[in-house]
């Protein structure tokens, strides 16, 4: 990873950007000097806070660019998209960065499996489950606008649980 990638300001609620659909990403720009920074940027953002996973609307742009931390580290996926999900569902406990302090039980599919465009413009098809399914689901919802607290069924206000994104 680059030196030079930098800490980005995360936005809040009632930012309406995070209430906005994201526009698709041209395939064509990935590999732009502007974008492949932002996605060093983001990662550094995301460690920075030890989250699980980050969302281009959370840095104030609503483009279809998510994150996820792995322990391989962060995968870059543009235009995520989920092609195929299970029946099954299970709840566990999220948080997010642009909704500070709050936690809740949120039921998500337990596997989807996942298309997108890497960093490279490639594209990838993965299937994930367990917390990386959620971590996904909860990305992705997060380019149409949605956040947590809109699925959420209060769980505690004590911190913990899987971390946040
Ligand atoms: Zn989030």
């Not at 609620?13 to 990935?30: F, G, R, T, W």
């Not at 391989?72 to 092609?83: A, R």
């Amino acid at each position: 990873m680059s030196s030079k990638a930098k800490i980005l300001p995360i936005i809040t609620i009632p930012n309406p950007i995070l209430k906005k659909k994201s526009a698709e990403v041209e395939p064509k720009k990935i590999s732009s000097k502007e974008l492949q920074e932002l996605c060093l940027n983001m990662e550094k953002t995301m460690k920075d806070k030890k989250g699980v996973g980050i969302a281009a609307p959370q840095i104030g742009k609503n483009i279809r660019l998510i994150i996820i931390n792995t322990k391989d580290g962060g995968v870059v996926m543009f235009n995520p998209k989920i092609i195929r999900k299970s029946l099954t569902k299970e709840w566990g406990e999220e948080g997010c960065f642009s909704v500070p302090d709050v936690f809740g039980q949120v039921k998500r599919h337990k596997k989807i499996e996942c298309e997108y465009l890497d960093k490279t413009g490639k594209k990838i098809k993965i299937k994930a489950e367990g917390l990386m399914a959620r971590v996904i689901q909860h990305e992705i919802d997060h380019l149409d606008g949605i956040l947590f607290i809109d699925k959420a069924v209060p769980s505690s206000k004590i911190r913990g649980g899987q971390g946040r994104s």
